[in-house]
């Protein structure tokens, strides 16, 4: 997501330049969709598509989008046995690159930008609509399989679809709410509206990991949610634990009054990852108590299966179920002998990214 900042920054400075994003893949390719890489007027660039012969090809692409003068292209590269091994891929494949222009001197392209680099400061979700030039009407080369939109200076359909506020861009209402209603949050793709092509892609929905309790664990665990992309939440009843000091790359740092209300005002939903460190088994069985009624998409909580098993009986004489149960990972993290907070950490990190990869498939 930095390079929304990058391109933010270019255009505050008045630089105009050209954007390179793969729409499609296919195979081993080395980039996924929604990949970026500016390519600035001087050839130098920021981001990565996957190196080797795919980027050179596109900064090559770029160069002419800049003499036509902001034309939007979109190619498709198919790379053999050859191509593959120059970019450490183990066999071929193909991608499929929109590349255009963003002209620095359009008030609406800064202000886009500027939106989307907030937005994902700010964690909160939302949807980045790119329009794609269509075949009808425009030059199809069918060696490089190549579509050039028609009109440079029709502005490249674009729109900011945020939760909380009016979407920012080019694209009316009803196109919106049918495009973010069959977009999958996890995954970008192409979707067709009306014979259009649009790529629809969900910003900030890596997931919130909410961490309860404060302990040596949780400190560990924290730093590395934070690094692999969860916006991080830490929950305790004890300042001395909860604060900055102990939790400063965390994104919130909360004190409860008590975890009886753990999840009071929380926004929990299939995006949420509730990690169950407390100092005490019964502040855990009281914190699941809350969890297993809310739509969380994971749920994991510390401690040995005996500790476990104590906690679902108490909660079954509250009327929870064994298939509530089945929705907890415990003991939390995957089985790699983990053993120090450290390990512990790492093994529960590597539960929740292989959770979030299966959500996105």
């Known amino acids: 997501m930095n390079i929304f900042k990058s391109i933010a920054q270019l255009l505050a400075d008045g630089e105009s330049f ?3 994003m793969i729409v499609r893949r296919s195979g081993s390719a080395p980039r996924a969709a929604g990949t970026r890489m500016v390519v600035r007027k001087d050839g130098s660039i920021a981001g990565t598509i996957g190196g080797g012969i795919l980027e050179a ?3 090559d692409l770029a160069r002419e989008v800049f003499q036509h003068g902001g034309r939007p292209v979109l190619k498709k590269f198919l790379f053999n046995a050859e191509d593959a091994g120059q970019m450490g891929m183990i066999c071929g494949g193909q991608v499929q690159v929109l590349v255009h222009f963003v002209d620095a001197s359009k008030p609406s392209n800064l202000e886009l930008y500027q939106e989307i ?17 269509s075949d009808s009407g425009s030059a199809l080369d069918s060696h490089s399989d190549t579509i050039q939109g028609d009109d440079g200076r029709e502005p490249l359909a674009q729109c900011l679809v945020r939760d909380d506020g009016a979407p920012v861009g080019h694209l009316d209402h009803a196109s919106i709410q049918a495009l973010t209603a069959h977009a999958d949050a996890g995954r970008p793709e192409v979707i067709t509206h009306h014979e259009k092509k649009y790529f629809v892609e969900g910003l900030c929905h890596e997931g919130t990991v909410y961490i309860f309790g404060a302990g040596h664990i949780s400190r560990k665990l924290a730093s590395l949610t ?5 916006q ?34 929380l926004e929990i939903n299939q995006d949420s990852y509730l990690v169950l460190v407390t100092r005490g088994h019964a502040h855990d069985k009281t914190v699941l108590g809350q969890a297993l009624r809310t739509k969380a ?7 040995s299966r005996r500790k476990r098993d104590a906690i679902y009986d108490a909660l079954s004489g509250e009327g929870f179920t064994s298939g509530d149960f089945e929705r907890v990972r ?10 120090t907070p450290e390990e512990i950490a790492v093994s529960i990190v590597a539960e929740m990214i292989r959770r979030r990869a299966e959500k996105s498939q």
Do not use: C
């Not at 680099?117 to 030039?133: E, M, Q, V």
């Not at 994104?251 to 409860?256: A, I, S």
């Open 297 to 303: 998409g994971y749920i994991g909580m510390i401690g």
């Open 117 to 133: 680099s907030t937005t994902i400061g700010s964690r909160k979700r939302a949807w980045f609509i790119t329009g794609i030039p």
């Open 18 to 20: 050209v954007l390179a």
């Open 226 to 230: 934070k690094l692999v992309g969860f």
């Open 232 to 265: 991080t939440v830490v929950l305790d009843d004890r300042h001395e634990f909860a604060n900055r000091e102990h939790f400063d790359t965390a994104d919130e740092v909360l004190v409860l009054d008590s975890f009886e209300r753990a999840l009071e005002g």
């Open 330 to 339: 415990s003991p939390v993290g995957l089985d790699i002998g983990a053993e």
């Open 57 to 59: 090809q596109v900064r």
